[in-house]
């Protein structure tokens, strides 16, 4: 299947793996971007940019084309840093909400929404969607609202929206700046004293990428696909990277506390700097989670199928070399 896209978020990290998916395939691919966006990864593709806000609803009813195919929403604000958490909702549930609104007046034929593991919560062992989701009552505001958004596309669905919900574990690979592309960072000029003692579930961009439009394409109405990988430890994250960039990285895991303590540091300092935290206790509570993420669903009915760790790995570092960020050799 072809035909028309409209996607919210293609100018981050996720956004544009699949918009390079689409363009590849043949796709119509309008994309939103706010006035203030960095275009330069997103002009390399043959998308139609058209500037507006998830909050200003007039600017989304103008930008999305009437009968168009399929809206991706995949814009959200990610922050993991609780001063932010009014603006989160904002974005995260008002914005779902104008998308919506947009998506059912233009006639969209069908709505892919991509939420997180998150809503499910972080101490259920392994996720499936069979388990409830407890992201309503978290403490981490991402996850809330990230569960609130999902609430805003089922009652689209009771309103006679075709829309399905995609639910990817920590996700790896190229465009990633500020994500699990930081650890690769990280280790890189050695900054981290230590690995974190935790573990998660890790799937490629590239490979979340084709199960969206695979979503699109032969989704079930209402269904959450849960999009798994590898299931590794930080150690073995560690590993994969030293492997993939010929550097040696320190493999010493250290204790919990000490990540929750630098966390709390990280935000005391922020307080008084204004400036986000590279660490906080919401994202390190993530990070230790040790949450296990099952795709059988996604595996059977989207034809996912999971990369090894380090092939998303080693696509993450070659983009994060080419751009500069990473120095070569």
């Known amino acids: 299947m072809t035909g028309s896209a409209f996607v919210t978020g293609g100018t981050g990290f996720v956004g544009l793996n699949l918009i390079e998916q689409l363009t590849r395939l043949g796709w119509r691919v309008t994309a939103l971007h706010r006035p203030s966006s960095d275009l330069r990864q997103i002009a390399r593709f043959p998308v139609r940019l058209i500037a507006g806000d998830l909050l200003d609803s007039q600017s989304l009813a103008r930008a999305v084309p009437g009968g168009v195919d399929v809206v991706f929403h995949l ?37 892919v929404h991509i939420s997180t593991w998150n809503v499910y919560g972080l101490g259920q062992g392994e996720i499936s969607e069979a388990l409830p989701q407890l992201g309503r009552d978290s403490w981490i505001s991402y996850d809330r609202t990230k569960f609130l958004a999902e609430e805003e596309v089922r009652r689209g669905i009771g309103r006679s929206l075709d829309a399905v919900i995609v639910n990817p574990a920590h996700i790896i690979g190229r465009y990633d700046r500020r994500g699990w592309a930081r650890l690769i960072v990280a280790a890189h000029e050695r900054w981290l004293p230590g690995v974190p003692p935790g573990a998660g579930t890790f799937c490629h961009a590239e490979a979340v990428a084709q199960a969206l439009i695979a979503a699109a394409e032969r989704g079930r109405t209402g269904r959450n696909y849960l999009l798994s990988g590898c299931d590794a430890s930080f150690v073995e994250v560690f590993r994969a990277i030293a492997e993939v960039s010929g550097r040696r990285v320190g493999l010493r895991p250290l204790p919990a506390l000490v990540f929750r303590l630098a966390a709390r540091a990280a935000v005391a300092r922020a307080a008084l700097t204004g400036r986000e935290p590279e660490m906080t206790p919401e994202g390190v509570a993530i990070a230790l989670a040790r949450a296990r ?20 790995i080693a696509d993450s570092y070659r983009w994060l070399v080419a751009e500069g960020i990473i120095p070569a050799g």
């Open 293 to 312: 993420v099952a795709s059988k669903r996604a595996e059977q009915e989207l034809g996912y199928r999971p990369v090894p760790l380090r092939t998303m």
């Open 75 to 111: 814009a959200a604000d990610t922050s993991m840093w609780s001063r932010h958490q009014d603006r989160q909702r904002r974005i995260n549930v008002d914005g779902t909400r104008n998308v919506i609104e947009a998506a059912l007046a233009a006639g969209a034929r069908r709505l």
